[in-house]
Structure formats: C-alpha cells, structure tokens
C-alpha cells in the first residue's frame, strides 16, 4: 500500500511562488507515474501535471504550462510542483497521485487510471 503525503501549500499574493512537495512510502516511487491534480470548491478534480516514471515525459494542463513544472526524484520519492506566476484561479486543494506501471508509460490526466492519493495541500492565492 503506498502513501502519499503532500505539503507545501499555503497563502500566497498573486504573483508569487509556492513549491508543492509529495512523499510516497510503503513503495518504489520508479515503479509508478505520478500526477498532480487539483479541486477547488463546487468544482470537479481536475489534471495540473503528470510525469512518467523516469521523468522523461511531462504533461500540463494549458491553465498551467509556462507557470507549473513538475519534477522528480525517485532516490527521495519526493515527487514536486513548482508553481510561479501564480493566480487566483489557482486556488483549489492539490493533490498527488501515483499510478502503478510495469512498463514504462506515459503520463495519465484521468483521475480514475490512478491507484493512490494523497490527503491535499491547500493552495490560496490572493488578489
């Protein structure tokens, strides 16, 4: 069973940067694409980021790309959102998710192909 914990959330002005982090344990972090995702309130979950198992493909919602990277580091199995330039429209809880693959794969932006999530960091961005 894998857990994943994430942090790095908080308040933060519009503009400004937050680094999401998300720690897995009880599993081997290469053996598993990781995503991230997000819901803020009365809305659906929906895909920010993902990235295969050896971080040699990337996939980013259009809201996001050129403000989000996302990262890895299996040796840590931290999995990281970087987020710059951000909006108020940014604001949601963000979760990681981890997706089990015995081959290598590609990156997944549907909720339901994940296997395990993680609790949620807030994310608030003010005007």
């Known amino acids: 069973q894998v857990q994943l914990v994430e942090s790095g959330g908080g308040l933060v002005q519009a503009g400004g940067s937050l680094r999401l982090a998300c720690v897995a344990s009880?599993?081997?972090?290469?053996?598993?694409?990781m995503g991230w995702f997000r819901q803020a309130p009365g809305k659906e979950r929906e895909f920010v980021a993902g990235?295969?198992?050896?971080?040699?493909?990337?996939s980013y919602a259009d809201s996001v790309k050129g403000r989000f990277t996302i990262s890895r580091d299996n040796a840590k199995n931290t999995v990281y959102l970087q987020m710059n330039s951000l909006k108020p429209e940014d604001t949601a809880v963000h979760y990681c998710?981890?997706?089990?693959?015995?081959?290598?794969?590609?990156?997944?932006?549907?909720?339901?192909?994940?296997?395990?999530w993680g609790q949620g960091t807030q994310v608030t961005v003010s005007s």
């Open positions: 998710a981890a997706r089990f693959s015995s081959i290598m794969s590609g990156v997944a932006k549907n909720t339901g192909l994940y296997d395990y």
């Open positions: 990235i295969n198992q050896n971080g040699g493909i990337t």
């Open positions: 009880g599993g081997i972090l290469r053996h598993y694409a």
